[in-house]
Structure formats: C-alpha cells, structure tokens
C-alpha cells in the first residue's frame, strides 16, 4: 500500500483524496501494523473488516447521537416532520455549519464515502490470498457489495449523481467525475444480482442475510423502473423465512394493556429468533462490552418528543407546571425536537374509513401505544396545578414554539429507556429495524402499482392492515399516496422517507405523471407537492384550520418564527441536497457537480453515463 507521510492533508470524498507536500506518498512500505498488507492475510482479517462495516452501519445510521444519526434527517421536511434547527431551506447550502449541517444535508456525503471505501478494500482485496472454501470467499464478497450498494442507494436518492468510486483508493487522485445517478443504479444492481447468489441464507443478527440483500435489490430495482424485477425480489424475500408477527411475543407478552404491535418495537424483541419479521436489525446494547456498544444509544425520545417539560409550560399561578425530573420524566424522556411531528403523522393519517384518530381501530394509533395532548399532567409537584391536565392557557412563548413544545408522541416506536442510572432520559441503547417484512410488502405494492395491478397492490398493502386491525382497502383506493401514507403508518422512525421520497419523484418525472418531467424536476417534482399537502407547518399548506393538538390556527410557517427567528420553508430543488462545498473545491482536476438550485451549479459538467464492469 502507498502511503502518504505529510503535514498537510485535506480530506475530500470520505478519506479518498489526499493533497500532500512531498512525494513520499509512493513509498510503498506500511506504516502500521494493521495496514491492509498485514491484517488481509487470510479469511479473519476480512471478516473483522464486515465487522466493522456492520458497526459502522449502525452508528451511521441510528446510533451516533443527537444530529449525527442519520436517520434522524430522513423525516426532515416530510409528511411526518419537520427539523426545527433546519426550517428555511433557503439557507440550504453546500457549506455544512451548525444551521444546515445538523441532519447532515451538506455533510453527510463526505461520511458515505469512507463507509464505501471501507468496503471497496475488501472488494479490491478480495483474491489477495488462496480461498480454501470459495463460498466463503463469495459470501465475504457479497456482504461487501451490498453494503457498498446499500450506500450508494443513499446517495444517489439523497444527492442524484455523485461521483462512483469502485476500487481502493491507495495514492493522491485530484480528478474525480460525477456520474449520472442512473450509472451508479445499473451497476449496484448488477451488483445485487451477483451478491443475493451468494449471501447466507441466515445469518447472526447484524450481519446480512439473502432476504437483506434481496429486499435492498427490489429496492433498487424500483429505482430503475424494473417493476417486475422488483416485484420478484420481493416475492424473494416474502416466500422466503419471514413473516408478519400477528401473535403477541417477546418482551411485554404477558401484559394484557399491550398489543402486537407494541412488542414488534420493544428494542430487545428486535432481533429476537420469535420475530419472523426482522429481515436486518442493528445490534445496540446496553449490556455488550465498552467498545460495543454505543454510548450515545438511540436519542429517540430526544429526537421526537416535544420539550413537555421546559420552563415555558406555566401553572395558573405563573410558576413551572412542568419539571425535568421524576416518573413522567424518565418515562417520556427530556424531548427537545430536532423532528418536530406534524398534524398529519399525528391526527390526520388515521382518518379513513369514517374513523379518526380517536376512534380508528389501528392499533398503529390505539391509545395504549400513543401518549396523546390531553393525557399531559403537570409534573411539578410544587405547583398549584400539579396532576391536572395540561393547558395551552398557561403557556408562554411564541406561537410556532408552544406547538413544537406540546403535540402526541407514537411512544411506541420512539421509547427506548435508558439503562444507565446516570444518564438523561434520551433514549437509550436499543436494537433498531434496517429492513423489515412490512416494507416488503409495501415495496412489493408499489411495484405492481406502477405495472397497473392495484389489486395485488391492495393485496400487499391489506397484509400489513389486517396485522394492525385497520379497515381494509380496495384496488380503487391504491394511488401512489396513498402507499406513502401507509409508510408513514407503518414505518415512521424506522424508513428513509426522505430517500424514498427522492425516488418516488424521479420515477414520476421519468413516467411523465402527474405533469411531471426531469426537464423541471428541479423546479416541480412530486415530493414538494406530497409535503406541503401535509406538512402543516410550511406556509404553502393549502389547508387552513386549527391544530388539534393544542388549538392553534395553521399553517403557520408564513406567520411565525419557531426557532431563532427562522420560518419554515422549502422549495421544489430541496428533494435532492447539497453536495458539500469542500468535495467540490478539493477536487481540483476533476468536476464533482452541484444539484441545481444550489450555488455553484453553475459550474457544472455533463456527469459520466457509463461505469465500468469489475471482474471477481
């Protein structure tokens, strides 16, 4: 391996270009022990290198604090939420700071290609010794490439094209080109189609099974328009060793309060051998070794709870009716929302079928798995008020603050307790979903929606409902939103809607629906359309109304700042984020592109359309 010995190093694109001062990155000798010469000996050294790709997943993605976990910006500017640290998408750039680079919207591009060159080395290293047992060389393989596929999924459908890096990268390279997004598909997908041939078909929790790899194939096969494609790599996966959990299980079981649906998001039932389930769950636990575990945990109750125990909600008397401390506390958890949730996750997603919230009989919205607005009880009990019920009376603050500071918590997704005596209640460590069934379903449906079969489609999607005691559907209901409304039902904090979203709109563009073309995607796309239909927080909400929750008049975005001034606001070319500043100027013999409507794109070259094929 070549390596670079100097005083000076500029990181660009995760890790892979290095501007050095001295030529000494051509010596060849290994500076370290663990350099790849001496740990890609033999089949360990590879397979601690999927170890720590498995980790690296984990932390990237659910378990690297507050900001840092990259699901958290997935619900950013959806249905389901808004960032109230990143409102105005105006000032949405490709330079990261603490108002745009919390949910990793510029920065976050820099971290994926570290995690793709972790596993290119094992791909580019992968006949560096004598296998033995081919089989395990191709499964070590297989792992690898998905979790190269799995990053470059997120990329593309966070960012459009980007640059393809496939081989390790072992000396300065200046001249990296963008590539069309539909480049980088073509070739993950051939990828896909060789690692499912040889991924085990289980595999210990963590780690990637066949039914893992086929669902992120259907997933790309989505992306590229191969509906059928799609629908049989979900039929993979559904006609495989899985199923939709319908029986009480696992921790919890025997509390008579609880449903089915509570104990499918109990942490420790996650990656349980009774959840037939699971397709591929991280592992997060309190108990593992130092090293193990993370001891950030989950921050999900931070993350998605309002701030109900913050010094601005009074008594009659003018003095703190709520307090950081206490039963209801370590119970709901020291919420400080970076998502706060929308009237539409909350009330308006449930009304179907006659039903609303109140009286839907999906357990997703039973009482027993929500703490709703009108169950809040003062806390302190110095306070005259102490166990009556909350009211927005006594309340101070602005008007866009008090509604991100009060609104019902799906406590059943979002409670993870902390284990640790000495820690805040922010939601501890805990096993979390990456792929489960109810998505393949959902997948599955969406595939035979746009081949026109909507009543398979409504098949699927009643498999899920019927699970959860909803009222059934029809063909005639099955639309393309409706279908991103059940994934908001049934997969909040779990999916990456904002990636989702994404692809949905370029396949519109792509099919011309709805009006839609990739000439003016950037300008008119359907995930701006869907979120500010439901997302009531942004100005162009075209519903006026009242907030169920706490009786204020909406939308309110036009008329009132939430946090430090800021109005919340998004624009058509925000479904794609910025690439970051830094990767672009770096790169100083090559052009990485900048999406449209984001400053630089000016500068923009023609992206590369092919990429070439590798041999293993």
Same mark, same amino acid.
């Given at each position: ?57 984990? &932390?990237? =993605? !659910? ?8 699901? /958290? ?6 249905? *389901? #939420? ?108 051939? &990828?896909? =189609? !060789? ?8 595999? /210990? ?6 039914? *893992? #790899? ?403």
């Amino acid at each position: 391996m070549k390596r670079i010995i100097t005083h000076t190093l500029v990181l660009m694109i995760g890790s892979l270009i290095l501007i050095s001062c001295s030529d000494s990155f051509l010596e060849p000798e290994p500076q370290s022990f663990f350099a790849p010469e001496n740990t890609y000996t033999n089949e360990a050294g590879f397979q601690a290198q999927l170890v720590t790709m498995r980790k690296t997943l984990a &932390d990237a =993605e !659910f378990t690297g604090g507050r900001g840092s976990a990259l699901f /958290i910006g997935q619900w950013d500017a959806t249905e *389901a #939420g808004i960032g109230i640290w990143a409102m105005d998408k105006d000032h949405l750039n490709g330079s990261p700071s603490t108002y745009v680079g919390f949910f990793q919207q510029a920065s976050m591009i820099n971290d994926v290609y570290t995690y793709i060159k972790d596993a290119n080395v094992v791909i580019s290293r992968i006949d560096d010794i004598e296998w033995d047992d081919q089989q395990r060389r191709n499964e070590i393989l297989a792992e690898a490439l998905w979790h190269r596929s799995y990053w470059y999924n997120r990329l593309v459908h966070s960012y459009g094209d980007v640059p393809f890096v496939g081989n390790e990268i072992q000396e300065a390279k200046l001249d990296f080109q963008t590539h069309t997004r539909e480049a980088i598909l073509d070739k993950i997908q051939s &990828d896909m =189609e !060789f690692a499912v041939q040889h991924l085990p078909e289980e595999a /210990i929790p963590g780690a990637v099974s066949r039914g *893992a #790899g086929y669902h992120l194939l259907s997933k790309i096969y989505l992306a590229n328009l191969e509906f059928q494609k799609a629908i049989d790599a979900a039929s993979e996966v559904i006609n495989g060793p899985y199923a939709l959990m319908t029986e009480r299980f696992g921790q919890d079981a025997d509390d008579p309060k609880r449903n089915v649906i509570w104990d499918l998001h109990r942490p420790m039932n996650k990656n349980s051998s009774a959840n037939t389930e699971t397709i591929l769950a991280i592992v997060d636990r309190y108990e593992a070794p130092v090293g193990a575990r993370d001891d950030a945990g989950m921050f999900t109750m931070r993350t998605f709870h309002p701030d109900w125990w913050h010094s601005r909600h009074r008594d009659s008397e003018g003095n703190a009716g709520m307090i950081d401390a206490g039963p209801m506390y370590d119970t709901l958890g020291r919420g400080n929302p970076d998502i706060a949730l929308t009237e539409f996750l909350q009330y308006r997603a449930w009304e179907e079928d006659g039903y609303t919230w109140e009286d839907t009989p999906d357990l997703r919205r039973a009482d027993i798995n929500w703490v709703d607005v009108h169950e809040m009880r003062y806390n302190n009990p110095e306070s005259v008020n102490y166990g009556e019920q909350w009211t927005i009376e006594y309340t101070t603050g602005a008007r866009g603050r008090v509604i991100t500071s009060m609104y019902a918590m799906p406590f059943y997704k979002t409670y993870v307790p902390e284990e640790s005596t000495d820690a805040r209640p922010y939601g501890g460590n805990g096993d979390w979903y990456l792929f489960r069934l109810a998505e393949t379903y959902l997948i599955r449906a969406e595939a035979n929606y746009w081949l026109d079969n909507l009543q398979a489609a409504a098949d699927d999607i009643n498999k899920i409902r019927a699970r959860a005691e909803a009222p059934l559907i029809s063909a005639g209901d099955v639309t393309i939103d409706y279908i991103f409304d059940e994934r908001v039902r049934e997969l909040f904090a779990e999916g990456m809607q904002q990636n989702e979203l994404a692809r949905v709109s370029f396949t519109m563009a792509k099919l011309g629906r709805g009006g839609y073309d990739m000439e003016s995607i950037h300008q008119d796309n359907w995930w701006y359309d869907r979120v500010i239909s439901r997302n009531f927080y942004y100005p162009e909400h075209p519903e006026s109304g009242t907030s169920i929750s706490i009786g204020i008049p909406y939308p309110i975005g036009d008329q009132v700042e939430i946090v430090g001034g800021i109005h919340p606001h998004i624009n058509p070319h925000n479904f794609l984020w910025p690439v970051a500043d830094n990767m672009i100027e770096s790169n100083t013999q090559g052009r990485v592109n900048q999406n449209p409507g984001y400053p630089g794109s000016e500068n923009n070259e023609p992206p590369l359309e092919t990429i070439e094929a590798e041999t293993w």
